[in-house]
């Protein structure tokens, strides 16, 4: 389970995968109309592997730190992975309802990035 701190930090402070990237066979990028939060991602998938993700937010600690977990797991995986993931469960800590459109912007933009 992840500790509160930890997405703090990653959604305010140190997301790790925070970049764009220049080369990606793979784009996309939506909005939580509810609040204005704004997820853009970049994959690149060699060989049917993806092999370097991004993301770029102007959004909530959560959903930055979100889009942040969601680059960590995919980078070594196929893209079907993501068909497997629980967004929520990746999250780690509860997610009340007021706060869930913070994930399911991440996924949406997640599915139209990746063609699925």
């Known amino acids: 389970m992840r500790e509160t701190d930890e997405i703090v ?5 140190s997301p790790l995968y925070a970049r ?8 996309g990028e939506g909005r939580n109309d509810g609040c204005g939060d704004f997820v853009h991602f970049d994959f690149k998938i060699k060989d049917g592997i993806l092999v370097a993700c ?8 959560l959903t930055t730190a979100m889009a942040d977990f969601v680059c960590e797991a995919l ?7 993501v068909r497997t993931l629980n ?13 869930r459109d913070c994930i399911l912007v991440v996924d949406r933009v997640l599915r139209v990035s990746l063609h699925l």
């Open 9 to 13: 930090d990653r959604g305010l402070h």
């Open 20 to 27: 764009a990237v220049p080369d990606a066979t793979h784009r």
């Open 54 to 61: 991004g993301h770029q937010c102007k959004a909530c600690v």
């Open 75 to 81: 980078e070594g995986q196929t893209p079907d992975f």
């Open 87 to 99: 967004l929520f469960k990746l999250m780690g800590i509860p997610v009340g309802p007021e706060r």
